[in-house]
């Protein structure tokens, strides 16, 4: 067991770059991470990393070990899946990411609920409102919002969530109501926006009487947390392009208010997404099972106040 431990932190290492992360990843100390890399240099006789005070790289020697040390860990994985399907017991870890909101809102209050139904399964969640790739943080199961590009992945859809359009009374005191959908590219009005390296959301798509169309809106403020945004639209600072669900507690109490409610942004798919071979793991199996499930009823209850 030892040895299969020092192969998952080298592992780890090599996927996040660096032996405070994977070790974070492992729960064990920065040192802890140490002692078992050099174990495990000793162990082959190589050594596996090139170091410096700034940088960690693997020597040809590590790349090499660490294509096989997938496979051990792969196969190691898949032997642990059959025999939890033939003794009806899974257990073990399941890496998850999410969006903020949804992972706040949705998937963090179902993880105590999950483990209870099934304690020996231990779920540890990231999440982050970037996109993550789940191929080199070694994620099980991925929670995305919007339209999926074309990958390897499998997918299953959960809802398709509704969204909305909202600002607080005092911004709309002092800047007006928005009448028609034109009037979000006006100066006179300020749009919260997600943004962060890489995102294409630069634009809100709105339901038009003609169709779908795309509207080039600015503001003076954005944020790569979606949360950030609605604190900001609560203290009246612009409006704020959200899943429905996620602000209902806020319309609902007049924090926040409607606008544009003719036309309304596009709905938003909400998926999970997973490598083809994590569904042959019962526990993933079981987790997704649970999540659509008890996701679809949690967002009608929110709804519904």
């Not at 945004?229 to 600072?237: C, F, I």
Request: aromatic content about 6%; some cysteine; hydrophobic content about 40%.
């Amino acid at each position: 067991m030892a040895y299969l431990n020092n192969i998952r932190m080298f592992v780890r290492v090599v996927e996040l770059g660096s032996l405070s992360a994977a070790g974070r990843d492992l729960r064990a100390s920065p040192a802890v991470a140490s002692n078992r890399i050099k174990e495990l240099e000793k162990h082959l006789g190589v050594r596996l990393f090139n170091r410096t005070t700034r940088k960690l790289t693997t020597t040809e020697h590590g790349q090499i070990f660490y294509r096989g040390a997938q496979k051990i860990l792969e196969a190691v994985a898949e032997a642990e899946a059959e025999v939890a399907e033939v003794s009806n017991n899974p257990k073990g870890s399941i890496h998850v990411t999410a969006p903020l909101g949804i992972g706040r809102r949705l998937i963090a209050p179902l993880v105590p609920e999950f483990h209870a139904q099934f304690p020996d399964i231990d779920v540890r969640l990231r999440l982050s409102d970037r996109s993550v790739d789940i191929t080199t943080e070694a994620l099980d199961v991925a929670f995305r919002l919007g339209h999926l590009p074309d990958s390897n992945f499998r997918m299953r859809g959960i809802l398709d969530c509704s969204r909305v359009l909202a600002a607080s009374p005092a911004y709309l005191e002092k800047h007006g109501t928005p009448r028609v959908a034109t009037d979000l590219i006006d100066d006179e009005h300020a749009c919260l926006l997600l943004r962060f390296p890489g995102s294409k959301e630069y634009f809100w798509r709105l339901q038009m009487p003609d169709g779908l169309q795309k509207f080039e809106v600015h503001g003076p403020f954005e944020s790569d947390d979606g949360d950030v945004l609605t604190d900001w639209a609560l203290a009246g600072e612009g409006i704020v392009n959200k899943p429905r669900f996620e602000i209902a507690g806020h319309l609902e109490s007049g924090a926040l208010v409607e606008v544009l409610p003719e036309t309304p942004p596009e709905a938003t798919a909400l998926s999970i997404i997973y490598p083809h071979k994590r569904l042959q793991d019962p526990k993933v199996r079981l987790f997704i099972d649970y999540m659509a499930e008890h996701i679809r009823i949690r967002v009608t209850e929110m709804l519904e106040g």
